[in-house]
């Protein structure tokens, strides 16, 4: 069944995607059902992934690229990394978390151009995701916050089309002209930073980890002139500086020291169960807010493929039309040879005689 979902998922289409979020989570629980005997097979096929990585950093080369830049080898990271996160709490599948973890860093540090916008931003949700359910802090700050630098092209003030981030794992060229990658390279540096950050703003060490991003997020803010992503940057800037402030003064209450890992680890445990922290409702609204984006962006996709349908039927029926008059027109100049035949060989009898 491994290698039915691996072939399923050569070529993919947005339509698809479903379907192939289906088998996965089937696959899912089929391996869960022996996680033993399934964690021999996740750990031959991460081994190699970690091959066909260790070739394409070795090389370079396009055929070595292609394998990894392709929908079965991140579709089989995404296997694995859900079968890690469904069963790490109950099983040893410590190596198996390591290796993927670093299959997926080799992976975002290999295609780190704008055109891999997509293939990066699926690497940071599989981090976090895997932080989340193993409870082991993995650094994806800095991955994140790349997507901030990149540079637009002469034409980024204007509108592109629409595009579904989750649907490519590349952008064509022309996408990175448009005001559109601009504002969705921002909206996934939002959204991935307060993921990532909503896992840790209960934790003793927030103030640490949130020194350097804030650095470069305020460095951003001053820099960018275009006043809407000003705005959702400030937000971000304003609510990761509230909770340093909160976890700041719950550390200034506390005797024990850094050294003391089981008072670092019951630190706002409380406070974590009630949500209490002013992090955690800003989260919430950025999912509320990414979630209705997501919606109004599918529908307006949907709009265009059914204008490009109906387009597109209309040319094959304008295609019919025209073949079909076409053929009459050749009927009709047609002549019967046999009826003008039989006339001249009449006008010719008539001259003999």
Not at 141 to 155: C, H, N, P, T
Request: aromatic content about 10%.
């Amino acid at each position: 069944m491994y290698k039915a979902f691996i072939a399923r998922c050569k070529f993919v289409e947005p339509v698809f995607l479903k379907h192939i979020q289906f088998l996965r989570n089937s696959l899912l629980e089929l391996c869960s059902l022996d996680v033993q005997k399934s964690s021999s097979k996740a750990l031959l096929s991460i081994q190699q992934l970690a091959k066909i990585l260790q070739q394409g950093l070795r090389t370079k080369n396009k055929e070595a690229l292609t394998k990894i830049c392709s929908w079965q080898y991140t579709w089989c990271i995404d296997l694995w990394v859900m079968f890690i996160s469904a069963n790490i709490r109950d099983f040893d599948l410590q190596p198996l978390l390591f290796m993927i973890i670093q299959v997926i860093n080799g992976v975002a540090h290999l295609f780190s151009g704008p055109r891999y916008l997509p293939l990066r931003r699926k690497c940071i949700q599989w981090l976090n995701h895997l932080s989340s359910s193993s409870g082991i802090f993995i650094p994806v700050a800095s991955l994140v916050l790349d997507a901030l630098e990149y540079k637009i092209g002469k034409d980024g003030g204007k509108s592109g089309k629409p595009f579904d981030l989750s649907s490519v794992i590349k952008l064509p060229k022309h996408w990175l002209k448009s005001r559109s990658f601009q504002e969705e390279c921002i909206f996934s540096a939002i959204e991935l930073l307060s993921a990532h950050f909503a896992l840790w703003s209960y934790h003793i060490s927030f103030p640490d980890l949130a020194t350097i991003p804030l650095i470069r997020l305020r460095k951003f803010y001053e820099a960018t002139t275009i006043e809407s992503l000003r705005r959702v940057v400030k937000r971000l800037i304003d609510q990761m500086e509230q909770n340093i402030e909160f976890i700041q003064k719950k550390r200034d209450e506390v005797a024990f020291s850094p050294h003391n890992q089981e008072s670092v680890e019951s630190f706002l445990q409380l406070e974590k169960s009630s949500s209490n922290a002013p992090f955690t409702q800003y989260y919430k609204s950025v999912i509320e807010k990414a979630a209705s984006r997501n919606l109004f962006m599918n529908e307006k996709i949907s709009l265009l493929e059914q204008k490009k349908l109906k387009k597109r039927k209309q040319q094959l029926l304008n295609q019919v039309d025209m073949s079909a008059n076409g053929e009459l027109d050749s009927e009709k100049g047609k002549v019967n040879p046999s009826v003008n035949g039989g006339e001249d060989g009449n006008l010719r009898k008539k001259k003999r005689t």
